[in-house]
């Protein structure tokens, strides 16, 4: 009896612990995926900036008089290394996207190896 419902109580253990690890690997599983390689401006790059800078930064309303939307005004904030400032919070820098989260690493990485590669318009 007593036998019975110690291993009652191991199976529960690792059915909780299973579960957790299930949920660890999924929230890995994104950055384990995230592909920095030859990122197109088009692509990789306008699709980040739409979502999460040119609601402030869009043509026409250039926010603190600055404009990211269109390749030839983002470029200017890419070589001036303002860009990679801003999104990872270097203290040198206003922290962007203003009043929200800082972007995810893999987004973060994205753009870095973007304008590493000298912001290609691709
Ligand atoms: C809620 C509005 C808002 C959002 C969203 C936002 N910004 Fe800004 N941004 C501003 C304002 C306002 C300024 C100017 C004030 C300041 O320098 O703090 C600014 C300034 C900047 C500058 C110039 C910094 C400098 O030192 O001259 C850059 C570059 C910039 N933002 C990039 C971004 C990027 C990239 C994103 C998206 C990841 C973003 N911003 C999202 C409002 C915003």
């Known amino acids: 009896m007593k036998k019975q419902f110690l291993s009652a109580i191991a199976i529960s253990a690792i059915l909780v612990a299973g579960g957790c690890y299930y949920d660890v690997e999924e929230d890995l599983y994104p950055e384990v995926n995230c592909t920095t390689e030859n990122q197109s401006y ?8 739409q979502t999460n800078c040119y609601v402030c ?7 603190g008089n600055v404009t ?29 996207p203003q009043g929200a989260a800082k ?18 318009n691709n």
């Open 42 to 49: 088009a692509n990789d790059i306008v699709p980040i900036l």
């Open 57 to 63: 930064h869009g043509q026409g309303i250039g926010l």
């Open 68 to 96: 990211l939307e269109g390749y030839n005004n983002l470029k200017v904030y890419a070589d001036n290394g303002k860009l990679v400032g801003v999104i990872s919070h270097d203290s040198r820098f206003p922290a962007m």
């Open 103 to 120: 972007l995810s690493a893999c987004n973060i990485s994205k753009i870095t190896q973007w304008v590493t590669d000298g912001a290609p």
